[in-house]
Each structure stands twice: as C-alpha cells, then as structure tokens.
C-alpha cells in the first residue's frame, strides 16, 4: 500500500514563504515523477510545479520565480519552496508521485490547506 503524506500547509500573510513536504511510503520499486497540484475553492485542479527523478522541473507560469521544487530520493520525497505568495496561491495543495510497484501509476496525496491572507 503506497501513501502519500503531505505536511507544511497552512496560514500566512501575503508575501511570507511556506514550505510544503511530501513523503512517500510502502512497498515499490521507485518514484519516477513527483509533483505538486492544487485546488482553489470553484476551480479546477492545476498543476503547480512537477519534477522528474533525474531532476528536470516544470512549473505553472504563475508560480515561476517564487516557487521551487526539489525531492530528495533516499527519502522518498518532495518539497515545494514558496515564496512572495499572493492571496490568489490560496487553495489545497495536492501531491502527486508516479510510483512503480508492479507498473508506474498516479498516486495522491489528502492535500494541505495554504492560506494567503492580503
């Protein structure tokens, strides 16, 4: 059984940073890509920033230059800097990894609240 355990939400003011973590545990043979989604309150689920196991990132236009991603693979994991955040980062933040037990397949986290406040 593969989970995903998100961790690091939560509220901060307009301009401050947050660090969101996700770990990912039980039985599988590798991590191939990991990333970060989220959800805001109306909205459809977007991807934020995504980075694959050799380390090549992909980030939403809206996050680019305040957000990082980076994963450390001996602990199976993934983090998402956030810095400059803006009311609009509001919403539930969603990790997402391709875990390989058998096949690779897409697994989710239960998602962290983040919540600028202007």
């Known amino acids: 059984q593969v989970q995903l355990v998100e961790s690091g939400g939560g509220l901060v003011q307009a301009g401050g940073s947050l660090r969101l973590s996700c770990a990912a545990s039980?039985?599988?043979?590798?991590?191939?890509?990991m990333g970060w989604y989220r959800q805001a309150p109306g909205k459809q689920r977007e991807l934020v920033a995504a980075?694959?196991?050799?380390?090549?990132?992909n980030y939403a236009d809206s996050v680019k230059g305040r957000f990082t991603i980076s994963r450390d693979n001996a602990k199976n994991t993934v983090y998402l800097q956030m810095n400059s955040l803006k009311p609009e980062d509001t919403a539930v933040y969603y990790c997402?990894?391709?875990?390989?037990?058998?096949?690779?397949?897409?697994?989710w986290g239960k998602g962290t609240l983040v919540t600028v406040s202007s």
């Open positions: 039980g039985s599988f043979f590798g991590i191939n890509a």
């Open positions: 980075v694959t196991s050799g380390g090549s990132t």
């Open positions: 997402n990894a391709e875990v390989v037990v058998v096949i690779g397949r897409d697994y």
